[in-house]
């Protein structure tokens, strides 16, 4: 049986009394809102990524692999001590494990620095790119085609030279001076011609590039592009610049784990277990604040503000990342010298107790699904609404929409706040309509933010045009309006209960998801962009369902939980694969939709089996 110290036994008992700690409560929705800003800025890079490194959808989503799946990797090195030597954040406290968890952010946040710095490198050819020299060389010292005609009159004579020497040539002075000429060759004038390459099987983000003519540095990446498809295998992408990224990113996500074993627990013990579902919508409601505007400013950022002409497309985000890492380091100081109380906090005996609870499984399953499945909506939004057959919206037109996806997820989880609280009935249903409409009205005055004016018009000129733009939204805003009205209405089917609103809130993220696949145009846009205001509560009532009846070992269930958000690291890229194996990325959304069909599950039996009513004996 589990024995906690007379410190968390005590808290515990405060616990009991029904006491919440308001000011605490309130410093931490600042992490809240900070890591939410920052996670939803995976969305912009990956179309960034997408276009810069000229990658399928498939390798796109590896942003997400890489961050999420840092949250699996520290939450098990976090289990895994936590059974062998006890809970690290009874014997260091959750203020420390706050500090710790900025720290380390702050260092991934950091590591973009150079990784930018190397990024304009992955348009290069370098000899480590020609993987196969031995079959290069054979095309083009006897072309029997018109690219490697054309190729082969433009190499150097020494490289003719070593061509002609056949298989006493050495290996490594013509990898050299194949990638020398053909490096020279992508730097120079544009080398697509329709008869050309017309033998050549050109992938989607090389016909995407053709289509939209591209000059300067996109000129070099289209001309290496063509290159790869011509001679695949042969001539490999150099992705070194891109690996950086992703492991600046895991090193982020490694902080972030930290932060979310650390917040999530805490936030639903800072007061009675009852209303714990009601506090953790509230600093996820601060969450999805961030998640909404993140999108506006880092499209503005990323896409316009940093991404001079003439550089290379991932060179944008390195600013946005060193603030990044300067807030973090601010925010670790804070943390650092404030007082919080020592709530729940103590040593446990070894051991993985947290296993023998049969909900906690099912749940951490359920955390699983719920991540991946809203990750993976948010991350194909840009290339969704920016196809053809359903919007043919711009990627930084295409990035505000991102943000009313995510600007869903605020105004359900501030309702569900309300709704799951213990304020008088009547008091819940005005917030239950005021709530709302100020979200939407906020959502409405950022989306219609003139951010590309904002550094060279006057304030009078400014304003006009936010004014301008704020009328001209209407014919958006309207469309989304009816949501809102069905989400207030499902709130009222809940009950304020848990279990029931989860059920019926996924089951809604499902219905429309299969309209989304099974029909186009601008009803998919807005089925898409909706999911995120029925997803919004999914988070919270399941990580609070999954707590219950856990006693002290919250922090090690809470552990698992956030390990389960490696379903944002694997579904992302599966619904990438399914989009480029069907060439349709549709009928990909059949990957969250499923992953929305379990959650409804756990929201209806899953979170009851087994579970006890009772916390486990001290």
């Given amino acids: 049986m589990a024995t906690i ?35 939803v800025f995976n969305d912009i890079l990956i179309p ?17 692999l890489a961050f999420f799946g840092a949250y699996f990797v520290g939450s098990l090195i976090y289990f895994v001590i936590s059974s062998t030597t006890g809970d690290p954040i009874a014997k260091i406290g959750y203020k420390n494990g706050v500090v710790i968890g900025l720290l380390i952010s ?69 990898k050299q001076a194949l990638a020398k000429d053909l490096d020279q060759l992508i730097d120079g004038a544009a080398i697509y011609e329709s008869s050309r390459f017309t033998g050549v099987k050109l992938s989607e983000t090389t016909q995407d590039l053709i289509a939209k003519n591209p000059e300067g540095v996109a000129l070099v990446r289209l001309n290496r592009a063509l290159l790869e498809d011509a001679y695949a295998g042969e001539v490999n992408k150099n992705l070194a610049p891109y690996w950086l990224f992703l492991a600046a990113l895991f090193v982020v996500g490694l902080g972030f784990a930290m932060l979310q074993i650390t917040a999530n627990p805490y936030v639903t013990i800072l007061g009675p277990e009852k209303t714990a579902s009601s506090r953790l919508n509230l600093a996820q409601g601060f969450n999805s604040i961030g998640t909404t505007i993140g999108p506006l400013i ?9 991404a001079k002409t003439g550089a290379h497309g991932a060179d944008s985000v390195k600013v946005p990342y060193m603030i990044f890492c300067v807030v973090f380091l601010v925010l670790s100081g804070i943390f650092f010298f404030i007082h919080l109380p020592h709530i729940g906090e103590g040593k446990i005996e070894r ?5 023998k609870h049969p909900h906690v499984i099912l749940g951490v399953i359920a955390i699983f699904m719920y991540v991946g499945g809203e990750v993976s909506v948010g991350s194909a939004i840009i290339n969704f609404l920016g196809q053809k057959t359903v919007a043919g919206l711009s990627a930084i037109d295409a990035s505000k929409y991102v943000s009313i996806y995510w600007g ?6 501030f ?82 209960q848990a279990g029931r609103t989860l059920v019926i809130f996924a089951t809604t993220v ?4 299969l309209t989304a696949i099974l029909v186009g145009g601008t009803v998919a846009m807005w089925c898409v962009v909706a999911v995120g205001l029925f997803t919004s509560i999914g988070w919270s009532n399941t990580f609070s369902l999954a707590l219950e009846g856990t006693g002290v070992y919250k922090s090690q269930v809470s552990s698992l939980l956030v390990m389960a958000i490696l379903g944002g690291a694997i579904l992302p890229p599966l619904q990438g694969k399914i989009a480029d194996v069907t060439h349709n990325l549709q009928i990909s959304f059949i990957v969250p939709l499923i992953a929305y069909a379990y959650v409804a599950f756990y929201g209806w039996k899953g979170h009851r089996i087994g579970r006890q009513t009772e916390s486990p004996a001290a």
């Fill in 5 to 39: 110290t007379p410190t968390a036994a005590a808290s515990t008992a405060s616990q009991n009394t029904g006491q919440t700690y308001r000011g605490p409560f309130a410093i931490m929705t600042v992490l809240f809102f900070m890591w939410g800003f920052m996670t």
């Fill in 48 to 64: 960034r990524f997408k276009e810069a490194f000229t990658l399928d959808y498939y390798h796109a989503m590896f942003v997400q």
């Fill in 106 to 174: 702050a260092t991934g946040s950091a590591l973009f620095w150079p990784a930018a710095t190397q990024a304009p490198h992955s348009a290069m050819i370098f000899p480590a790119d020609i993987q196969n020299v031995s079959s290069l060389a054979e095309r083009l010292n006897h072309p029997t085609n018109q690219i490697s005609v054309f190729v082969s009159g433009k190499l150097s004579e020494p490289t003719h030279q070593l061509l002609g020497q056949g298989s006493n040539a050495s290996q490594q002075e013509l």
């Fill in 298 to 306: 880092g499209g503005y950022l990323i896409f316009q503000y940093f």
């Fill in 351 to 355: 051991g993985a107790g947290a296993l």
């Fill in 408 to 413: 869903g997820l605020m105004i359900g989880r």
């Fill in 415 to 496: 309702m569900g706040a309300v709704e799951l609280s213990e304020m008088k009935k009547a008091s819940k249903q005005i917030l239950l309509i005021v709530i709302p409409l100020l979200a939407y009205l906020l959502l409405w005055v950022a989306k219609s933010a003139p951010l590309d004016a904002l550094h060279g018009d006057s304030g009078a000129s400014v304003f006009a045009l936010w004014r301008d733009a704020f009328v001209a939204n209407w014919s958006v805003f309207k469309m989304y309006l009816p949501f809102i009205g069905l989400c207030w209405l499902l709130f009222q089917f809940g009950r304020a």
């Fill in 510 to 513: 499902v219905a429309l998801l």
